[in-house]
């Protein structure tokens, strides 16, 4: 360490995002606008290379996606074991936090999927947690109706998946 006060990792508290809580004109405004083409376009080309910078950088305080929660998902990859950086929308669960690998409802998953998948301990908004695919159907569309809530454009996600024979899965993260 070299002494220098960006060097120091201080853990922050992860944003709680109450599923229930309703939403405001500004934060519905952001949402639809990720649904248009020009906001895939921006999803695709810009926010994910640039939040992942942008939530280390800031410790988490600010990305792209304005008044949507957003954290940085740090894991190891599936296949090289090298560190790995993304930014993921999520809510609360309890304790819990959930996260949905949607990757807009394209054919495949994304590829942080495969790395939870393969090393569930992972951080999440600098706090450490275990990743657990969640597979019971019943828990899944309870989780799903949260999610709608926080995202209202997962319901587009899953129908684009769906037709291209995925299903979009659902992590919950617990904390270690």
């Known amino acids: 360490m070299s002494g220098h006060r960006y060097d120091l990792e201080v853990p922050e508290e992860l944003r709680y995002v109450d599923p229930y809580k309703r939403r405001g004109r500004l934060y519905l405004a952001m949402t639809r606008l990720s649904a248009t083409k020009a906001g895939a376009w921006f999803s695709i080309n810009v926010a994910w290379k640039l939040d992942p910078h942008l939530l280390k950088l800031t410790k988490g305080r600010f990305s792209t996606a304005g008044p949507l929660a957003t954290a940085l998902l740090e894991?190891?990859?599936?296949?090289?074991?090298?560190?790995?950086?993304?930014?993921?929308?999520?809510?609360?669960?309890?304790d819990r936090v959930t996260i949905i690998a949607s990757k807009r409802g394209w054919p495949k998953n994304p590829a942080w999927y495969y790395n939870l998948r393969k090393h569930p301990d992972i951080v999440f908004g600098n706090l450490p947690f275990h990743a657990e695919v969640v597979e019971d159907e019943a828990e899944r569309q309870r989780l799903w109706d949260l999610a709608d809530r926080v995202f209202p454009e997962y319901a587009d996600y899953r129908e684009q998946a769906g037709k291209a024979g995925r299903v979009i899965p659902i992590l919950q993260l617990v904390p270690r």
């Not at 950086?85 to 309890?94: E, I, M, P, S, V």
């Open 75 to 94: 894991s190891r990859g599936a296949r090289t074991g090298q560190p790995r950086r993304n930014a993921t929308l999520y809510f609360h669960d309890g």
